[in-house]
């Protein structure tokens, strides 16, 4: 079945590391997407990449880098810049920018 | 600042009820999502629509391009219809992103 895959679910750290989390897609999807959700907040993009080799920073990425080797990969790299990295991060993609998204099942970061 | 404003915040109905969520937004827009979490947190996607209506099973969406306004309805609702429901706009242009409402959180009771 094709979809989009995060892991892990859950992922605790101590404050000051760096932590990457995954996204992995099978839909042979051009554009891949990085969101953080916070409570009573709509989602807000961190970054997006509309093809390999290339990402554009969205609304919120400071304290956060990304990387696109690979058509099917997006990792997300929350570093110890990011002053409040506590928050359910969804990654999604899509045919095309612009296209309908397909969301991962979303990855709950605690770092204390 | 483009925002999408969705009411009602929460809404509890009991089940078999007909229900309304609506979602407006304040500058023209390429498309319009309706997106379902559940509790666990994943998002599915329900639908997306420039115009008109569009329907799949018991969920009905509608689009007024000229009010900027959007509904999401479901008909006989039933308890597995509990989820935060989000509606979401591409303004266009070269990013293509998401501009995403805050979510209704819906409850239905048996």
């Known amino acids: 079945d094709g979809g989009i895959t995060q892991s892990p679910k859950y992922l605790f750290r101590k404050e000051g590391q760096n932590v990457t989390l995954s996204c992995e897609q099978n839909?042979?999807?051009?554009?891949m997407y990085w969101y953080r959700q916070d409570p009573g907040q709509g989602l807000r993009l961190i970054y997006y990449?509309?093809?390999?080799?290339?990402?554009q920073k969205g609304d919120i990425a400071e304290g956060y880098s990304v990387s696109r080797e690979k058509k099917e990969s997006f990792p997300l790299t929350v570093t110890s810049a990011q002053k409040n990295p506590t928050a359910f991060y969804l990654c999604?993609?899509?045919?095309?920018?612009?296209?309908?998204?397909?969301f991962g099942p979303g990855t709950r970061l605690t770092v204390t | 600042k483009n925002e999408v404003e969705q009411s009602p915040q929460n809404l509890t109905a009991q089940e078999g009820e007909f229900i309304t969520i609506n979602c407006s937004y304040s500058?023209?827009?390429?498309?319009l999502h309706w997106l379902q979490q559940h509790p666990g947190g994943g998002i599915v996607s329900l639908f997306m629509?420039?115009?008109g209506k569009k329907k799949h099973g018991r969920l009905i969406a509608t689009i007024n391009i000229q009010e900027k306004h959007s509904s999401l309805h479901i008909t006989a609702s039933h308890p597995r219809d509990s989820a935060v429901y989000i509606c979401?706009?591409?303004?266009?242009?070269?990013?293509?992103?998401?501009?995403f409402g805050k979510g209704t959180k819906l409850s239905v009771k048996p």
């Open positions: 999604a993609s899509s045919i095309t920018v612009g296209g309908g998204q397909y």
């Open positions: 839909l042979n999807h051009d554009a």
């Open positions: 990449s509309q093809i390999v080799n290339d990402f």
């Open positions: 500058v023209g827009i390429s498309a």
């Open positions: 629509l420039s115009s």
């Open positions: 979401a706009v591409n303004y266009g242009g070269s990013q293509g992103n998401l501009i």
